[in-house]
């Protein structure tokens, strides 16, 4: 059975190892940038969310771009909770039959729905990689994609994808403060334990 003192160990070994995820959070700002400058052009809303869908696709090989750039561990043995973040990633697609429904009925509304989902999806990360960062910016996003999405024109729903791209930068800062700070204790942690597995043999 793992006691509270076990699930803390093992969600500082993921922040650490996984490095908050910061290369998923790196290659979504630069995505949702992209998203930007789609939603800027003259096209019907139903055309820049069939473009949004396909640039969507990238995510995943950018990520791992972004893995080898920052060198963080996608796979880290041993650890059960690993499993738990590619099922929190995936988690977000059962979503989608509303997406597409919006997509079809109201395109105008996409870019909004799409942005809500995007930031809902980060809050279980808050407990998965223990920084607070994740929950309070997955609020800021959702709330935020839904505040603009009321209040602006169709022509001015580029707003939406260039808040959640800035939202993004500024939770990729967050994290990696926090990484810092993990990585620290985490480094700590282990030099006690090494020490001790020293003075056993000794």
């Known amino acids: 059975m793992l006691l509270e003192k076990d699930f803390t160990a093992l969600r500082l070994e993921l922040s650490v190892k996984a490095k908050n995820g910061v290369d998923f959070i790196v290659a979504a700002s630069i995505l949702w940038s992209v998203i930007t400058v ?111 999405g009321l209040n602006v024109t169709i022509q001015n729903l580029y707003l939406i994808p260039l808040f959640i791209a800035v939202s993004l930068v500024v939770l990729s800062v967050i994290i990696s403060v926090s990484y810092r700070r993990n990585k620290e204790i985490y480094d700590n942690q282990s ?4 020490q001790l597995a020293q003075e056993q043999f000794a």
């Open 38 to 148: 789609i939603w800027m052009q003259p096209n019907p809303p139903s055309r820049n969310a069939l473009f949004t869908f396909i640039v969507g696709g990238a995510m995943l090989p950018l990520a791992f771009a972004f893995s080898k750039v920052f060198k963080t561990t996608w796979a880290i043995k041993n650890n059960p909770l690993d499993p738990l973040g590619l099922w929190l990633n995936f988690a977000q697609l059962f979503y989608f039959p509303f997406l597409i429904f919006i997509y079809i009925k109201e395109p105008q509304y996409f870019i909004m729905t799409y942005g809500i989902i995007t930031g809902a999806h980060f809050f279980p990360y808050a407990w998965f990689y223990n920084v607070k960062g994740y929950a309070v910016m997955a609020g800021v996003i959702a709330f935020g994609c839904l505040f603009i």
């Open 191 to 194: 030099a006690q334990v090494n």
